[in-house]
């Protein structure tokens, strides 16, 4: 079973650019997860999608981040403009419906902001 | 208060010691505990579920004590491949699946 893919795996912007983040999760998970993983942290939860709805955001940025699953399969994870605080990896995970307590992870973005 | 709190470390114990870490939670309507594992550059991976009985999987052992809102992790025999962050992970009520602590760091030397 092929896991979660992410694109691209390391990005580096100059701050008040634009960036955006790519994920595609377990065939047939239903939920997927964008975390943000500041160095020395915890992942911490962004977005979190039940097919192409949102489930919970209310830790997501708006003014800046925007995320979409149009077709309730891969994700996009956008950020405009970027601070130098976003310098962070951003994971995506995915889980069955029902099971949302066993996420597994992509390998993340490294995203560094100059 | 953060919600899930865990003393960051690193240990560095020897090859073959006993090693527990601890980690609290402030939520008392959190459901569901669990362990995941993260390598160095690496995705976080669960690691194993915590009960209130206490579970046990090979050389780790999880537990769990609802009043004083307390989990624990301890790994025997420790081996190189053990040296990794163990992230402590609580279910609640409401929308958000999982909250993640900061980690511990575990070193294992030769």
């Known amino acids: 079973e092929a896991g979660v893919a992410q694109s691209p795996r390391y990005k580096i912007i100059e701050k008040r650019q634009s960036v955006a983040f790519w994920c595609n999760p377990i065939?047939?998970?239903?939920?997927l997860y964008w975390y943000q993983q500041i160095l020395g942290q915890g992942p911490k939860l962004l977005i979190q999608?039940?097919?192409?709805?949102?489930?919970?955001d209310s830790q997501l940025p708006k003014d800046r981040f925007s995320a979409e699953r149009l077709k309730g399969v891969d994700s996009t994870l956008k950020i405009q403009p970027a601070k130098l605080e976003d310098s962070a990896v951003y994971l995506c995970?995915?889980?069955?419906?029902?099971?949302?307590?066993?996420?597994?992870f992509g390998p993340g973005t490294r995203l560094t902001v100059l | 208060r953060k919600e899930v709190e865990q003393d960051p470390g690193p240990f560095n114990v020897p090859e073959g010691a006993t090693v527990a870490f601890n980690c609290t939670y402030s939520?008392?309507?959190?459901?569901?505990f669990f362990w995941y594992r993260q390598d160095c550059r690496k995705e976080p991976k669960l690691l194993m579920s915590?009960?209130?009985s206490g579970n046990e999987d090979g050389r780790f052992t999880a537990q769990l004590n609802r009043a004083s809102q307390y989990i624990s992790l301890l790994i025997r025999d420790s081996k190189l491949s053990d040296s990794a962050t163990y992230l402590c992970?609580?279910?609640?009520?409401?929308?958000?699946?999982?909250?993640f602590g900061s980690g511990t760091r575990l070193q294992v030397q030769p």
């Open positions: 065939s047939g998970h239903a939920t």
């Open positions: 992970v609580v279910s609640g009520t409401g929308r958000r699946a999982l909250t």
């Open positions: 915590v009960y209130s």
């Open positions: 999608f039940q097919n192409n709805g949102v489930v919970d």
């Open positions: 995970a995915s889980s069955r419906s029902g099971v949302e307590n066993e996420q597994f």
């Open positions: 939520n008392s309507a959190s459901q569901s």
